[in-house]
């Protein structure tokens, strides 16, 4: 299926939704976004889906963020709402749109400002060798606010602000991403969609309502202190307590039998 420079295409449980317009280095629009925001409206609800892949399209980038081109004609400007909840740019990802299928971030070539948000709000990160990583922002006289607000629940501090301060000077390449945590693995560029091909695989075996569940009340612990976020955590507990997989794991389990996992579509 394709639309608003979008590929997505689903095989064996796993989804993968790919970034593609190349003549701005896979940046997204206000056609991407909305793309975008239907797509994951889809996956929350659509029981088959396991897991997600996003990656972009060809060799030299994954995504550069908005359009550049629009922000010059000042679409940009005319585009901030009054609230972030009404933003285009709010709902291009799993966590923005409140989708709790677990998601695999493949980046090949270059993740620049905007395009930060897939990494910040993705689950596992990988990375192909030829990957690179900057903000722009400021450097073009725009904020860096919601990408590094993001970021800093998953970096250091120091890192966020020497991204949204530096611009193109601050990149990090790969090894430096893997470094300070940005992402969970390097990769030659051959192996990347393999390597997540192969995660996802794992993912999809298991049971979609404890995944699910399990991603929400990480995520969401980090919306809270301490305290407050392991009561988010063990509501989510309760609400899974008499889910049919809470029994059907250890059942097959002892019986030496793959499980025969319920059916979730976010709803539950």
């Not at 905007?114 to 192909?128: C, T």
Request: hydrophobic residues 45%; contains cysteine; glycine residues 8%.
């Amino acid at each position: 299926m394709t639309g608003g420079q979008v590929h997505y295409e689903t095989e064996a449980q796993v989804a993968t939704i790919t970034l593609d317009n190349p003549e701005v280095r896979n940046a997204f629009d206000l056609g991407m976004t909305r793309t975008l925001r239907r797509l994951w409206t889809e996956i929350r609800r659509d029981p088959e889906v396991r897991c997600v892949i996003v990656t972009g399209a060809g060799e030299r980038a994954f995504c550069t963020g908005f359009d550049i081109r629009s922000t010059a004609a000042g679409e940009s400007q005319r585009l901030v709402t009054d609230a972030r909840a009404d933003s285009f740019f709010g709902h291009i990802t799993a966590l923005q749109n409140r989708c709790f299928t677990p998601v695999i971030t493949a980046v090949n070539g270059l993740c620049v400002g905007g395009g930060l948000h897939f990494v910040a709000d993705s689950d596992l990160v990988l990375a192909a060798e030829s990957a690179s990583f900057f903000d722009t922002h400021v450097q073009h006289g725009m904020l860096a606010a919601l990408e590094p607000a993001g970021l800093a629940r998953r970096i250091p501090l120091e890192q966020v602000f020497r991204l949204s301060f530096l611009g193109r000077a601050g990149a990090l390449d790969a090894q430096a991403a893997l470094r300070i945590g940005l992402v969970g693995e390097v990769l030659p560029d051959a192996q990347l969609l393999p390597r997540a091909r192969e995660l996802a695989s794992i993912i999809a075996g298991f049971s979609p309502a404890a995944l699910a569940r399990s991603k929400r009340a990480i995520w969401e612990s980090l919306d809270h202190g301490l305290a407050k976020g392991l009561d988010a955590a063990y509501r989510e507990i309760k609400r899974h307590r008499d889910h049919p997989d809470q029994v059907e794991g250890p059942r097959a389990f002892f019986e030496k039998r793959a499980p025969n996992w319920a059916p979730f579509t976010g709803d539950d």
